[in-house]
């Protein structure tokens, strides 16, 4: 087991070592014809949660217990359909072996043992055991340790060795026991089960620093490494919020992340690869989740992440930002809060959130994974460096940025060129998005894109690691922070043509700087600021999402807390992101009218008419069915941007005519604003 200057920790020595060999096999294409890219074929689906029946005829332990959470104290016995054999078992996370046997009677409180089966288990209440893991060095600094030792669950693996001397499947469960542990958690559970050296030995632990590591160089440390060299098999489990196990799978895992690899609490990746089981998790993680709106059901990778990037100040902030946005046409990281046990230790709240990478793009836009264009963090210095590129090649990109730099995209016809290049729809809601959150750690750093290398792939930005927006560390007196204050002008920086210390922030912005020399674009652009700080940043839409998702955790905070220390002011971390929701619209049309050097502003009022829809821009004004009459709508545009406007009748009714004031003319129409307005479509039956 780790430990900084090679001493014994908690009086274990470890005296085996673990030879893990991974072979990178090439994991065949999921993805065949063009007439049925995305989907999976059948031979590839993983299985769900085997039944008994399934481990009956697989020769496999069967337990006599489902794994999941208990209120008491229980025995669990081990049988086989192979009445020969013999049952071999650990409690330690390691895989049972012949050349590890221990047949002492003394089971709990013994390490890196397998111990064959004769009689029922003892399956004890959560806190009998001291707490090892949590104490074990995993960075530059440690944080608080627990004032008292930290939920544990049961962990067992066990193994059937056949009167054919042919061993079974391994099969694994997590028993968590003990009075109030069915009601314990309100987010759902996952159990990680693995051998202790694969996270924190020394030589192989992808989780501390290790043995090569001086000083705490941050080059040399374990958790710095990547690659398929520093992933290391598991079994991980779901456990829903009613308790029931979702699936159990075997996977890799590897250490997840930039900088906050030396936090403390760090971030997971997920690997599902035939060498281990399943090529892919056939389980919709994003289920029973408020907030949420993906139903994917496919998953090659998965991310677990800690708040760390954060400061673990609020738990929730990268994931608020990014479900905030998930309806416009961005490519967001859906959030799933969870509690995550390592071998049976309570290790506090991550997220489940997606891996941006060639299966998200696949199962999300049903293209071939093995055909696209993935870049990250390019930048206008051509020719783009082989470490940006994550799959394809940067050709197209280069001749686009090429284009632009010899071409004037303030003229219409380059411009439909650009247009012919990047998704525009989802660059300009990608912008407004990163500029609205304040994000200061952004253009500079955190951008992928990609495209499918076709005739007409065009290029569409992701959206990751936001958290250094929408008033990180704040003054608690002032919420006063400076970069991602409510007034910071985020536009000027998204903007700029200095560099800013060593971040050379100007080849970042040359596109949006370019794209906003034309009239079009920018009129877009504008309007469709003015839409989303109407609709989805509105203040009290977002405080409502804040205090919807803060809700949807707390009750596990106070462990979470207690585990790491962390957050030490939750709730003032929390009223700092309701002040940035409620002051950051005013000074984001400051901010726009200062830039485009805009007349002002004007109040655009629509009374919805229960026979139709009423389209300004992006945003859908329609009386709501079921809650009678709805007085009106109103949202802030600006003075000569034209704005676009259009009655959309409902099945049976036809567009009659405009009431209200302005020159209302036609069923379409696009309005120079310069006063206020107030309308209404009339419909009539057909």
Same mark, same amino acid.
């Given at each position: 087991?780790?430990?900084?200057?090679?001493?014994?920790?908690?009086?274990?020595?470890?005296?085996?070592?673990?030879?893990?060999?991974?072979?990178?096999?090439?994991?065949?294409?999921?993805?065949?014809?063009?007439?049925?890219?995305?989907?999976?074929?059948? /031979?590839?689906?993983?299985?769900?949660?085997?039944?008994?029946?399934?481990?009956? *005829?697989?020769?496999?332990?069967?337990?006599?217990?489902?794994?999941?959470?208990?209120?008491?104290?229980?025995?669990?016995?081990? @049988? @086989?359909?192979?009445?020969?054999?013999?049952?071999?078992?650990?409690?330690?996370?390691?895989?049972?072996?012949?050349?590890?046997?221990?047949?002492?009677?003394?089971?709990?409180?013994?390490?890196?043992?397998?111990?064959?089966?004769?009689?029922?288990?003892?399956?004890?209440?959560?806190?009998?055991?001291?707490?090892?893991?949590?104490?074990?060095?995993?960075?530059?600094?440690?944080?608080?340790?627990?004032?008292?030792?930290?939920?544990?669950?049961?962990?067992?693996?066990?193994?059937?060795?056949?009167? =054919?001397?042919?061993?079974?499947?391994?099969?694994?469960?997590?028993?968590?026991?003990?009075?109030?542990?069915?009601?314990?958690?309100?987010?759902?559970?996952?159990?990680?089960?693995?051998?202790?050296?694969?996270?924190?030995?020394?030589? !192989?632990?992808?989780?501390?620093?290790?043995?090569?590591?001086?000083?705490?160089?941050?080059?040399?440390?374990?958790?710095?490494?990547?690659?398929?060299?520093?992933?290391?098999?598991? %079994?991980?489990?779901?456990? *829903?919020?009613?308790?029931?196990?979702?699936?159990?799978?075997?996977?890799?895992?590897?250490?997840?992340?930039?900088?906050?690899?030396?936090?403390?609490?760090?971030?997971?990746?997920?690997?599902?690869?035939?060498?281990?089981?399943?090529?892919?998790?056939?389980?919709?993680?994003?289920?029973?989740?408020?907030?949420?709106?993906?139903?994917?059901?496919?998953?090659?990778?998965?991310?677990?992440?800690? *708040?760390? +990037?954060?400061?673990?100040?609020?738990?929730?902030?990268?994931?608020?930002?990014?479900?905030?946005?998930?309806?416009?046409?961005?490519?967001?990281?859906?959030?799933?809060?969870?509690?995550?046990?390592?071998?049976?230790?309570?290790?506090?709240?991550? +997220?489940?959130?997606?891996?941006?990478?060639?299966?998200?793009?696949?199962?999300? %836009?049903?293209?071939?994974?093995?055909?696209?264009?993935?870049?990250? =963090?390019?930048?206008?210095?051509?020719?783009?460096?082989?470490?940006?590129?994550?799959?394809?090649?940067?050709?197209?990109?280069?001749?686009?940025?090429?284009?632009?730099?010899?071409?004037?995209?303030?003229?219409?016809?380059?411009? &439909?060129?650009?247009?012919?290049?990047?998704?525009?729809?989802?660059? !300009?809601?990608?912008?407004?998005?990163?500029?609205?959150?304040?994000?200061?750690?952004?253009?500079?750093?955190?951008?992928?894109?990609?495209?499918?290398?076709?005739?007409?792939?065009?290029?569409?930005?992701?959206?990751?690691?936001?958290?250094?927006?929408?008033?990180?560390?704040?003054?608690?007196?002032?919420?006063?922070?400076? %970069?991602?204050?409510?007034?910071?002008?985020?536009?000027?920086?998204?903007?700029?043509?200095?560099? &800013?210390?060593?971040?050379?922030?100007?080849?970042?912005?040359?596109?949006?700087?370019?794209?906003?020399?034309?009239?079009?674009?920018?009129?877009?652009?504008? =309007?469709?600021?003015?839409?989303?700080?109407?609709?989805?940043?509105?203040?009290?839409?977002?405080?409502?999402?804040?205090?919807?998702?803060?809700?949807?955790?707390?009750?596990?905070?106070?462990?979470?807390?207690?585990?790491?220390?962390?957050?030490?002011?939750? *709730?003032?971390?929390?009223?700092?992101?309701?002040?940035?929701?409620?002051?950051?619209?005013?000074?984001?049309?400051?901010?726009?009218?200062?830039?485009?050097?805009?007349?002002?502003?004007?109040?655009?009022?629509?009374?919805?008419?229960?026979?139709?829809?009423?389209?300004?821009? @992006?945003?859908?004004?329609?009386?709501?069915?079921?809650?009678?009459?709805?007085?009106?709508?109103?949202?802030?545009?600006?003075?000569?941007?034209?704005?676009?406007?259009?009655?959309?009748?409902?099945?049976?009714?036809?567009?009659?005519?405009?009431?209200?004031?302005?020159?209302?003319?036609?069923?379409?129409?696009?309005?120079?604003?310069?006063?206020?307005?107030?309308? /209404?479509?009339?419909?009539?039956?057909?």
């Amino acid at each position: 087991m780790y430990n900084l200057k090679r001493h014994i920790i908690s009086g274990i020595i470890v005296l085996c070592s673990i030879i893990a060999v991974f072979f990178l096999i090439s994991e065949g294409r999921a993805y065949t014809s063009a007439s049925t890219v995305g989907s999976l074929k059948d /031979k590839e689906r993983p299985t769900p949660v085997s039944s008994k029946k399934d481990l009956v *005829e697989k020769n496999t332990p069967i337990f006599s217990h489902e794994a999941g959470f208990y209120e008491e104290a229980f025995y669990l016995s081990i @049988s @086989s359909a192979d009445k020969e054999g013999i049952i071999y078992y650990t409690l330690d996370g390691s895989e049972p072996t012949l050349e590890n046997v221990d047949n002492n009677d003394e089971r709990i409180g013994y390490r890196k043992k397998t111990f064959i089966y004769t009689e029922p288990i003892y399956i004890p209440s959560g806190n009998r055991e001291k707490t090892v893991f949590a104490k074990i060095p995993s960075g530059p600094y440690m944080p608080d340790l627990p004032d008292e030792e930290v939920f544990k669950a049961t962990i067992i693996k066990a193994k059937v060795i056949g009167s =054919n001397a042919e061993p079974s499947d391994t099969i694994a469960a997590t028993y968590f026991v003990g009075e109030g542990a069915t009601k314990r958690y309100t987010l759902p559970v996952i159990s990680i089960i693995t051998d202790e050296n694969n996270l924190f030995g020394g030589d !192989i632990g992808i989780y501390v620093p290790g043995d090569n590591c001086v000083d705490f160089n941050e080059n040399t440390a374990n958790y710095s490494q990547r690659g398929i060299e520093w992933e290391r098999p598991i %079994h991980i489990e779901l456990y *829903e919020r009613n308790g029931e196990r979702a699936f159990s799978e075997k996977a890799g895992i590897r250490i997840h992340g930039g900088v906050n690899r030396q936090s403390f609490q760090k971030s997971f990746r997920i690997y599902m690869r035939k060498e281990y089981g399943s090529r892919w998790l056939n389980y919709e993680l994003f289920r029973d989740t408020p907030f949420q709106k993906n139903h994917l059901s496919t998953y090659k990778r998965f991310v677990l992440r800690s *708040e760390a +990037s954060e400061g673990y100040q609020t738990i929730i902030r990268d994931g608020f930002m990014q479900t905030l946005v998930e309806h416009m046409n961005i490519d967001v990281q859906s959030y799933r809060p969870v509690n995550v046990f390592l071998n049976g230790e309570y290790w506090g709240i991550h +997220s489940i959130r997606e891996r941006l990478d060639k299966y998200y793009i696949a199962t999300h %836009h049903r293209v071939d994974p093995e055909n696209i264009d993935f870049l990250n =963090n390019p930048s206008v210095t051509l020719p783009v460096t082989a470490d940006r590129i994550d799959e394809g090649d940067a050709e197209h990109y280069s001749n686009m940025i090429q284009f632009m730099l010899d071409n004037d995209i303030s003229q219409d016809e380059n411009y &439909e060129i650009i247009k012919s290049m990047i998704d525009i729809d989802n660059y !300009i809601d990608y912008h407004v998005a990163q500029i609205y959150f304040a994000n200061f750690d952004w253009p500079q750093n955190n951008v992928k894109i990609w495209r499918p290398r076709t005739p007409n792939g065009k290029w569409r930005w992701m959206m990751l690691d936001v958290d250094a927006g929408f008033l990180r560390a704040p003054n608690r007196e002032s919420y006063s922070y400076g %970069h991602s204050n409510p007034d910071f002008n985020a536009l000027v920086h998204a903007t700029c043509e200095e560099h &800013e210390g060593l971040k050379k922030i100007p080849q970042y912005t040359f596109m949006l700087r370019t794209l906003l020399e034309n009239e079009t674009f920018r009129n877009a652009f504008i =309007n469709r600021f003015a839409d989303c700080l109407n609709t989805c940043f509105d203040g009290t839409h977002v405080v409502g999402m804040i205090n919807m998702m803060a809700e949807h955790i707390s009750h596990d905070i106070p462990e979470y807390k207690m585990r790491w220390g962390y957050p030490r002011e939750w *709730e003032e971390m929390l009223e700092a992101m309701r002040f940035f929701a409620n002051e950051r619209p005013t000074y984001q049309r400051q901010h726009i009218l200062d830039y485009f050097d805009l007349d002002g502003m004007v109040q655009v009022t629509i009374i919805p008419n229960p026979h139709g829809v009423i389209k300004i821009n @992006s945003v859908d004004v329609e009386q709501p069915k079921g809650e009678g009459n709805v007085e009106q709508w109103s949202g802030t545009y600006f003075s000569g941007i034209p704005v676009h406007i259009e009655a959309i009748p409902y099945e049976g009714y036809e567009f009659a005519n405009w009431e209200g004031t302005g020159d209302l003319n036609g069923q379409t129409m696009d309005i120079e604003l310069q006063t206020d307005i107030t309308i /209404k479509a009339v419909f009539h039956p057909k």
